[in-house]
């Protein structure tokens, strides 16, 4: 005798109804766990893409820093020997003007300035010819006051001085319109 045998009929078909419906749920068990692993493999795999994706892009943006980076390094530098090279300029050009002064000061050197021998008008009267005493031949001169030459050596100091500027100003800025 089997198992089957032993159960009543009416409930037969209640058995093989719960057997099925057990059946029918284990398999749908086994087809959710299924699934689930399918499903896990694929979040996996995107979470591992997403990783990936992630770890180029910071490569890249980190390249990308480095790079910026260096430009505005070399930038500084040039712009440091830029300013190296206006102040050289600068206290080179007042060196020389102060050497300049101090020579108009001691009467070492005079300034001069050519008289218009030609002019109608003058008021005073420079004889063209050369005189016996002269060295120099060419153009009457005239010598000018050492406190009138210091107030012109001082002028033409500011200017060249702003001239200086102006260039160190003009490369400054070529070398941030280059970048």
Same mark, same amino acid.
């Given at each position: ?18 057997? #099925? ?5 284990? +398999? /749908?068990? =086994?087809?959710? !766990?299924? $699934?689930?692993? %399918?499903?896990? *493999? ?11 994706? #992630? ?5 890249? +943006? /980190?390249? =990308?820093?480095? !790079?910026? $980076?260096?430009? %505005?390094?070399? *930038? ?32 070492? *050197? ?70």
């Amino acid at each position: 005798m089997r198992l089957f045998d032993l159960i009543p009929a009416p409930y037969r078909f209640a058995a093989v109804g719960l057997l #099925l419906v057990l059946l029918a749920a284990g +398999s /749908a068990a =086994l087809a959710w !766990t299924i $699934q689930g692993w %399918r499903y896990g *493999l694929q979040l996996e795999r995107q979470a591992r893409l997403q990783a990936d994706t #992630l770890k180029e892009i910071s490569q890249a +943006s /980190a390249s =990308l820093q480095r !790079t910026e $980076q260096d430009k %505005r390094f070399a *930038l500084e530098q040039r712009l440091q020997n830029k300013d190296e090279t206006h102040h050289r300029e600068l206290t080179d050009e007042q060196t020389k003007q102060a050497r300049l002064r101090d020579r108009l000061a001691t009467a070492d *050197l005079r300034l001069s300035v050519v008289l218009a021998a030609t002019d109608a008008n003058s008021i005073c009267s420079v004889p063209t010819t050369t005189t016996t005493g002269r060295v120099v031949h060419g153009p009457t001169r005239a010598q000018l006051d050492p406190a009138h030459a210091q107030r012109i050596i001082g002028i033409t100091d500011q200017g060249d001085q702003g001239l200086i500027a102006l260039r160190a100003c003009q490369s400054y800025v070529s070398e941030l319109r280059s970048n």
